[in-house]
């Protein structure tokens, strides 16, 4: 009983870590763990009541290195020590990982936390959508207000002006600039909608918007588009506004079909409405337990190189006569929910997957 004593001891000092999405172990000089994260014994794919006592530097594939900075931190000769090395893993290849080592107050406790690469590497990439989305949208709602007041006054002149005029041909141009007032003055209402309606939450079921995507997508291509629908029923509701998350699917799902115009005259396009439970998950820097992966998947020639980083700016396209909003609402109204959209794309499978945190 004396020796389980400490362990417990130490889960209940240390538990906060487990709210950490990086890995953490706190461990001793010489080596022996006193406690792992749930994010540690997850990527070491074994059991935390294994990983507890064990030797640590074992855990490496250079295990030398762990030890020798051990002991440094034990002789107090530095308070922080950084390097990158391999995590092994059960049942997997070695995981390349950046690895801190930290002092404590405490005097024979270390603290080692590991960073995925590839995973650090992401929440790189996540971090400068979310700043690009923010200053984007900063841009836009300005912009759109700077257009917005002379645009008035501009289709204001022109029907005076036409009040005034006697010959149907000078007519003809102030109904051009009449016409072209009001095709802006649509586009700035578009690029300001999301920031004008009320976020309106009530329960969502995921399968309900995509079914309700569909309908939309069969009335619009009858024939040569293949809908596929391959659903995990267990998928629950959750909190959310389902008209933002029919509107995201839709402009998705309606891109993709625009890019299959090829396929659907050959009919032989097809998009794919997948979902799966997502588990112990990391985005926008915050570790989840569950969430929800909605893919939509199409069989189109792939999103062009030279815009693949930049699909989710306002106003970049891939088609000719694109507006280049659909997608950036798209990715507005889904971090509206603490989610993120992702795209991977190659020619013949571009996928788009939708990333929102269930309860």
């Known amino acids: 009983m004396s020796c389980a ?5 130490d889960s209940l000092r240390f538990q906060s870590f487990d709210l950490l999405a990086t890995l953490v ?52 000769e530095f308070a922080a020590l950084r390097y990158d090395t391999w995590l092994k893993r059960l049942n997997h290849e070695a995981l390349p990982v950046h690895v801190i080592v930290t002092q404590t107050e405490s005097r024979d ?17 996540e971090e400068r959508l979310a700043e690009q989305a ?15 007041n002379p645009l008035g006054g501009i289709r204001g002149a022109a029907q005076l002006l036409e009040l005034e005029m006697d010959s ?57 588009l293949q809908v596929v629908r391959d659903f995990d029923t267990s998928i629950p509701e959750f909190r959310g506004d389902r008209e933002q998350l029919i509107q995201t699917v839709l402009n998705i799902a309606h891109n993709a079909c625009q890019a299959l115009t090829a396929q659907i005259a050959q009919g032989s396009a097809c998009l794919t409405f ?48 694109g507006s280049g909003l659909g997608l950036t609402l798209a990715q507005t109204f889904v971090q509206q929910h603490h989610g993120l959209i992702e795209c991977d794309s190659v020619p013949g499978c571009t996928d788009f997957k939708i990333l929102i945190p269930l309860p």
């Open 109 to 125: 406790e270390i603290v080692v936390e590991l960073l995925p690469l590839e995973q650090q590497a992401r929440q790189d990439r």
């Open 168 to 224: 149907a041909e000078l007519t003809e141009y102030t109904q051009v600039i009449i016409h072209e007032a009001d095709r802006l003055q649509t586009l700035v209402d578009r690029l300001l909608a999301p920031h004008r309606r009320p976020h309106l939450v009530g329960d969502v079921n995921i399968h309900e918007v995509c079914e309700h995507v569909r309908l939309l997508l069969s009335a619009e291509f009858p024939k040569g």
């Open 274 to 321: 997948r979902t799966r439970i997502a588990r112990q998950v990391t985005f926008g820097k915050q570790r989840y337990r569950l969430a929800l992966e909605l893919h939509v998947i199409d069989n189109g020639p792939g999103v062009p190189d030279a815009i693949k980083d930049r699909i989710f700016y306002p106003l970049v396209s891939g088609r000719e006569g």
């Open 25 to 76: 172990a706190v461990v001793h000089s010489d080596g022996t763990v006193l406690f792992a994260n749930a994010a540690l014994e997850d990527a070491r794919g074994i059991s935390r009541r294994t990983i507890v006592g064990s030797h640590f530097p074992d855990s490496f594939t250079e295990p030398g290195r762990l030890q020798h900075a051990l002991q440094s931190a034990g002789d107090n």
């Open 134 to 148: 923010q200053a984007n949208k900063e841009l836009i709602r300005n912009l759109a207000h700077e257009i917005k």
């Open 5 to 9: 004593a400490p362990i417990a001891d």
